[in-house]
C-alpha cells in the first residue's frame, strides 16, 4: 500500500515538475528553435510519466501491462537523440526526421502487439542498446567536433560553448539502465533513484542549453593540392603583432571572421595557422593575451579594481569565464594572484602565448 502510494508522489511530482518545464519554455515570446524544442521534449516527458499513475492501481502492475510500459518507454530515446542532435548540428532535427527515428519503434511497438513473445520483446531491448549506443557515439563525434570549431573560431564561447553535453552522455546511460532495471524489478528504492536522475539530468540541461545560441559549422575549404608541401602562411607573425598592437583581444566578441576581413584570406587557413603554427586554439591563444597583457598588470598596478572591472576592462563578457581562464593561463585564480604576487612575484607563473611569428611549420 505504502509502496503504491509513494510511486503515485513520484511519478505526479515528475509530471507536474515536466509540465511546468514545458509552460516556461512556450512562454518565451522569442523563442530558439532550442527552446521550442526543449518544451516539446517536456511535454512528451509530461505525458509518458503521467500515463505510469495506470500501475499504481490495483491489478496494473502485472507482466503483461509492464511489458507494453517497455515498448512505449522505449519511444523515449528519441527525445534524448533530438537534444543531441539540434546541440551538435543546429537546424538538423526535423519532423521527417524525428518521425524516420520514431518509426522502429513503432514497428517494434505493433509487432508486439501481433504477437506478443518474449523474445519479440529481447530484439527490442537489443535494438535500444544498439540504438542508444549509436546515439552516443555520434552525439560524441558531432559534439568533439562542434567544441573544436567554436574555439578555433571564436574568442566569446558563452552562450555558444556546449562542452556540458559530455556529462549529459553520462546521465543518459545511467538513467536508461535504471530505466532498464525498474522495468524488470518491482522497487520503490529502484524507482525513487531513477525520477532523481532523469531529473537532475534534465535540470543541468535546462539550465546551461536555454540561453544557448546555436553556430552553425562551416564546411572546411578544399585546398588545392600542393604536392605534401608544407603551408604557407603569409600573415605570419603580422597576425600575431596585429593582434597585440591594435588591442583586438580586448574586443569581447573577437572572431575568426572578423581577422578573415582585416587579413583579407582563408578563415581555414587562420584556424590551421593557430592549430598547427601556434599549437593552440584561437580562444586560448585571445582569452592568453586578455590575462596577460591586461588582467594580470591590472591586478598588481590597481588594488582597488574589483575583479568584475577588470574582467570587463579585459574583454571578459562574464566573470565566471574570467576566472576560468586567468587560472588556466596564471596558474593561480585572480584573487589568490594578487595577494601573492605583493609578496612572491613567482607564486602564479603565467602561461604566455607564443611570441610574434612563432612558428615551426610554415615559415
Partial sequence: MYDHIISAFCIGFSTAYFINLAVMAFREKKRTRLQTLLGCIFVVWALFNFKDIFYVFP?????????????????????????????????????????LMLLPFVLFTAAYVAYPHRLTLLLYIAFLVVFALAIIYVGYVKAKRYI?????????????????????????????????????MYS????????????????????????????????????ADDGGAVRQYPFAGYLESMIVERELYLDSNLSIPDLVDILKTNRTYISEYFRDVLHTSFYDYINGLRITRKSMPMLVEHPEYTLEYIAVQSGFNNIATFRRAFRRHAGCGPKEYREKISTSPDACVPLLPPPFGQGDAAL
Avoid at 578555433?152 to 560553448?161: F, P, Q
Avoid at 525520477?195 to 578544399?222: C, F, G, K
Fill in 59 to 99: 491489478n496494473g502492475y502485472v507482466t503483461e501491462n509492464l511489458r507494453y510500459a517497455i515498448f512505449f518507454d522505449g519511444w523515449m530515446a528519441v527525445c534524448y537523440a533530438a537534444l543531441i542532435f539540434e546541440l551538435t548540428m543546429p537546424g538538423w532535427v526535423t519532423l521527417k526526421r524525428l518521425a
Fill in 148 to 184: 573544436e570549431y567554436e574555439r578555433n573560431n571564436y574568442s566569446d564561447i558563452e552562450h555558444i560553448d556546449i562542452s556540458w553535453i559530455r556529462p549529459v552522455f553520462v546521465f543518459c546511460i545511467i538513467g536508461q539502465l535504471m530505466w532498464l532495471a525498474v522495468s524488470v
Fill in 188 to 223: 520503490i528504492l529502484l524507482d525513487i533513484i531513477y525520477y532523481v536522475i532523469v531529473i537532475m539530468m534534465w535540470q543541468m540541461v535546462l539550465r546551461y542549453s536555454y540561453n544557448t545560441r546555436p553556430i552553425h559549422i562551416e564546411d572546411a575549404d578544399i585546398a
